[in-house]
């Protein structure tokens, strides 16, 4: 079945630094969403993407969709604390609808003051 | 609105017994997914539903879990008999068919099987 990768797992950054993650799927993707999920809290609906070679910016966030529709990354620009959380990345199969996802294991950021 | 709504928050329960988690979700969405989540393995899809009717279960570990969605505004999980191993986060999701399919997660039971 699709499986999606993400890497890291864990990232510790000093405040004011940037950060990345990665997102794989073995499969071709007809979109990737990304979700955060703040300690003790529940995944957050960031972003979707659907176009290949897609970027989109949230003030400090930028979101790519690989050419081929089979990686995406997330990238914070200067961190901060209110960063700190774990970024789930989930991707819709080709061909397979947009109703079931596959999320990522995640990386969890922290944020050094 | 007041958001997917998930109860309860904390279940603690000894091993073999009967465990019902429930979900309500945001009024008016059609989709309702089960997740669990644990460190080892993160967010796994349990099943979900369409119009209340299951449409893919495949991700349900065993024969003791089995889902119900009566109506539209309420969904159970249930684990019978429980196991250890079963201890997770159990979170409830749902979404609208038409425009961004943007997932709204309910709050989490976190399951506890001694």
């Known amino acids: 079945g699709q499986q999606v990768m993400q890497i890291p797992q864990y990232q510790h950054v000093q405040e004011g630094e940037d950060f990345t993650t990665y997102c794989n799927s073995s499969t071709t993707l007809s979109n990737i969403q990304w979700y955060k999920q703040r300690p003790g809290g529940h995944p957050v609906f960031l972003i979707q993407l659907v176009k290949s070679g897609e970027v989109k910016k949230q003030k400090r966030l930028t979101f790519q969709f690989g050419e081929a529709k089979k990686n995406s990354s997330l990238h914070i620009t200067a961190t901060q604390t209110t960063d700190v959380g774990t970024y789930f990345c989930?991707?819709?199969?080709w061909g397979g609808g947009y109703q079931k996802v596959t999320f990522g294991i995640g990386t969890k950021l922290q944020v050094i003051p | 609105d007041a958001g997917v709504i998930q109860s309860p928050r904390h279940e603690v329960t000894e091993m073999g017994q009967e465990v019902t988690l429930r979900c309500k979700p945001i009024?008016?969405?059609?989709?309702l997914f089960w997740y669990r989540q644990t460190m080892m393995r993160g967010l796994e899809l349990l099943i979900y539903f369409n119009n209340n009717v299951p449409i893919d279960d495949s991700g349900m570990p065993e024969d003791r879990f089995s889902a119900k969605m009566p109506n539209a505004s309420f969904s159970t999980l249930k684990i019978q008999p429980s196991e250890p191993r079963d201890s997770a986060v159990y979170f409830c999701?749902?979404?609208?068919?038409?425009?961004?399919?943007?997932?709204?997660f309910g709050p989490g039971t976190r399951l506890t099987v001694l």
């Open positions: 999701a749902s979404r609208i068919t038409w425009g961004y399919n943007e997932q709204f």
């Open positions: 009024s008016g969405h059609d989709y």
């Open positions: 989930a991707g819709s199969p």
